[in-house]
Nanobody, 121 residues
Framework: VQLVESGGGSVQAGGSLRLSCSAS????????MGWFRQAPGKGREGVAV???????SYADSVKGRFTISEDNAKNTLNLAMNSLKPEDTAMYYC?????????????????WGQGTQVTVS
């Protein structure tokens, strides 16, 4: 399993970015997939997850602004981020785990990408 993120960058507050995670070695739709982030000096936190049945869960801080989705044709995981705030600044990581219990609780993810930086000023 290999995960490679892209789409990060710098944007002004109120702007938008779209992150993508390209997966190889397995099919995205068959796994529980998620986005996590880690800001400087802080712990890693779950942002959004999507299970193999399409159910999703979001952190309260991003609800209504971020949307997680899968592109099955491209075997990628996406995160559309709108109305960005300076507090969204962080390294964003794509992650995967087998579907099932605790997926929507954003726990027990075992496969991780290298991350892509998002900076909001």
């Amino acid at each position: 399993v290999q995960l490679v993120e892209s789409g990060g960058g710098s944007v002004q507050a109120g702007g938008s970015l779209r992150l993508s995670c390209s997966a190889s070695g397995y099919t995205v739709r068959s796994y529980c997939m998620g986005w996590f982030r880690q800001a400087p000096g802080k712990g890693r936190e779950g942002v959004a997850v999507i299970d193999n049945d399409g159910s999703t869960s979001y952190a309260d801080s991003v609800k209504g602004r971020f949307t997680i989705s899968e592109d099955n044709a491209k075997n990628t995981l996406n995160l559309a981020m709108n109305s960005l705030k300076p507090e969204d600044t962080a390294m964003y990581y794509c992650a995967a785990r087998p579907s099932g219990a605790n997926c929507l609780r954003m726990s027990n993810f075992g496969y991780w990408g290298q991350g892509t930086q998002v900076t909001v000023s």
